[in-house]
C-alpha cells in the first residue's frame, strides 16, 4: 500500500538523483587538451568507425567553461602546467578528468626534467588509460568508466 498503488499504470517511481545522474552521464562535453600523439588517438575514436558520439561525449568543446570532461593526451611539460591548471580551474563543477597515454598518466619515456611525471600530482584524475598511444577501444572504456563515476555520484560528492 505505498504510493505505487495511487500511480496509473505505466508510471515509474524513481530518485532525483538518479535522473540528473542518468542525464549528466548521457551528456559529456569533453575538452581534449592534448600535446602529442595521443591527441592524434583521440580523432580516430571521434571519427565514425568507433564513434564517441553514441556514448554521449558528441559536443567537443575547446572552451573550459563549456566542459564537464577534461581529456589530458600526451606528456606535459612543466612551462605547460601553469596552462592546464588554470583551465582546470575554470570548468565548472562537476568536472572529470582522463589521463590518456603513459605520458599523461606517469610521464611516459621521456623521464626528463622538463616534463610531467603524471597529472595527478596536480590536479584529480578519475581514470587512467594506458597505452602508447591508447588503442581507441581503451579511449572508449575510459569513457564507460567515468560515464559509471558520473552515474553513481551525488549532488555534493565535490563540493
Known sequence: MGVESW???GALTTRVESVVGW???NSLWPMPFGTACC??????????RYDMARFGAEVIRFSPR???LMMVCGRIAIKMMPVLLRIW???????WCIAMGACASCGGVFDTYAMIQGIDRFIPVDVYVPGCPPRPESVID????????VQKEKFSARN
Open 89 to 95: 580551474e575554470q570548468m565548472p563543477e562537476p568536472k
Open 39 to 48: 591527441a592524434i588517438e583521440l580523432m580516430s575514436v571521434l571519427a565514425s
Open 7 to 9: 500511480l496509473p499504470e
Open 142 to 149: 575510459a569513457l564507460i568508466k567515468i560515464q559509471e563515476i
Open 23 to 25: 542525464a549528466r552521464k
Open 66 to 68: 563549456q566542459s564537464d
